[in-house]
């Protein structure tokens, strides 16, 4: 059932897939921002607009370091690098949490494959429509995002392993769309 669910919503969402339930929509300018962060147990500041020079970008929120459901989605997206290197994509995982806490994160659960974002006073998840409006934590939200900072697709579901083949997805379909 949900290999069916998936290829309906590519086949009709174009370019990628578009959550009924994600606020931002596909086609329109994805908020630009810039966070502190972390890679590897080093930290630096993220900067999407300097990220998207580079091509295209895979922004993911997610409620809480270290709990069960976003350590599973960060092991996976950690799994799948190489396959969004081959793709020219950048991933970077955004929470509510603090910088210490993303850069432990960012060593154990992502493995220090990719960057996770510190967004401690929720700005840029709002901006996204992806915090939790009576939490201090974001929803899991991931957008892919296109060089020229439009947003391809914006998938959310609280299942955490739906979110990185449904961003391959729409990476592979841009990448062969687009001729890059």
Known sequence: ???????????????????????????????????????????????????LRKGPVVVYFYPAAFTPGCTIEAHDFADAMDRFHALGATVIGVSMDDLATVTRFSISACRSRFAVAADTTGAVASRYDARKTSDQHAQRVSYVIAPDGRILSAHQDRAPDSHIETALATLEKWKTRSGH
Not at 5 to 10: G, K, M, Q
Not at 11 to 27: E, K, N, R
């Open 1 to 51: 059932m949900r290999k069916r669910f998936v290829a309906v919503t590519l086949l009709t969402a174009g370019l990628g897939l578009s959550s009924a339930q994600a606020a931002l929509p596909v086609g329109h300018s994805a908020p630009a921002f810039t966070l502190p962060a972390s890679v590897a147990g080093h930290a630096f500041t993220f900067s999407l607009k300097d990220a």
